[in-house]
């Protein structure tokens, strides 16, 4: 199966891409937000803020009313449309602290791990504020900046905890917390669940790696100048099968990367499309190695990659 060149082009170092990332702890935490607000959203307009490639307007597109999904690169608004376009989802260009939509136009923001990666992130705030309606409701995650891995060159400001909550409550009267982290999760599954993708699976799961909440990846925050009554479920993805046979191997998958980086990879001016298959190879190593705790490593590795797609696809 021959890789999709736009791929790299979508800078699938930082954004979700299903087609690319399916079966991966990345896919698995950008689905459980997206899964959880499907409930906020039932008959509601809502804006999808940096909605990325699509998947995630095209799921809220089910319960809502009509989904506006605006991200700042044309090429990926491109994507969403060809990938993700549903009758009642309307895909735009646009910038976070300059939103192209009026005020009170909406009754739901999305906002997932967006204001981490704006450098007036308070602009951006008001502008949310501006396009949302008077009792509307505000969606937003962030990574936790005291347990999410150092030295993301996509990050311009990451918050703390009671950071966030300040900021937040000076826009909004009400704000409910909540938390999403990632676990090795044991399962035992019937044959019939074990070869496909399946949602809704009832599974009788046991906290038994309990963290404060200080400790989480990422805060999840609902946020509103009116009483906020709405509560979001549980919800959970198992992704990124831990293999004791694959962990073995990263070691071979590092040195090769290391190997890259010291041949001076930034350098290179010609591809072809085996040489992109590669980068995307790369890319789902590097992942993998992440999420196994090699973080320093995996992030500057990710920079490397980011700056092959460049030369390779100016």
């Not at 459980?32 to 039932?42: F, G, I, M």
């Not at 967006?114 to 396009?131: A, G």
């Not at 999840?220 to 709405?230: G, V």
Request: charged share 25%; with cysteine; proline share 3%.
């Amino acid at each position: 199966m021959k890789t999709n060149k736009n791929l790299v082009k979508l800078n699938i170092a930082e954004r979700m891409v299903p087609e690319f990332h399916a079966g991966t702890s990345i896919y698995g935490e950008h689905y459980v937000r997206y899964d959880a607000a499907q409930s906020l959203v039932k008959g509601k307009t809502v804006l999808d803020i940096a909605c990325g490639s699509g998947y995630g307007t095209k799921l809220l597109a089910k319960n809502a009313k009509k989904v506006y999904g605006v991200d700042i690169a044309p090429e990926v608004v491109e994507y969403a449309q060809e990938n993700y376009g549903v009758p009642n989802a309307e895909y735009l260009v646009g910038d976070g602290e300059s939103i192209p939509l009026e005020d009170n136009t909406v009754d739901v923001v999305i906002s997932f791990e967006t204001i981490e990666h704006i450098k007036h992130y308070t602009q951006f705030l008001e502008e949310v504020r501006r396009v949302l309606k008077d009792e509307g409701l505000l969606v937003l995650s962030t990574p936790n900046e005291l347990e999410f891995a150092e030295g993301n060159h996509y990050h311009l400001h990451e918050f703390k905890e009671q950071e966030l909550k300040d900021l937040l409550g000076k826009q909004y009267k009400y704000t409910n917390s909540y938390y999403q982290g990632d676990w090795i999760y044991s399962a035992l599954l019937p044959e019939s669940l074990v070869s496909k993708e399946t949602g809704g699976i009832q599974i009788k799961t046991f906290n038994l790696a309990p963290l404060r909440p200080e400790k989480y990846l990422y805060f999840y925050m609902l946020c509103s100048n009116r009483k906020i009554s709405e509560k979001l479920e549980s919800v959970g993805a198992m992704s990124q099968h831990w293999s004791e046979r694959t962990i073995q191997g990263k070691e071979a998958e590092r040195k090769r990367a290391s190997e890259l980086t010291a041949n001076h990879v930034y350098n290179l001016e010609t591809t072809n499309h085996e040489q992109a298959e590669s980068i995307v190879e790369l890319s789902k190593s590097l992942d993998s190695i992440n999420r196994f705790k090699i973080v320093r490593l995996a992030r500057k590795l990710a920079q490397v990659k980011s700056s092959l797609a460049k030369n390779f696809y100016k």
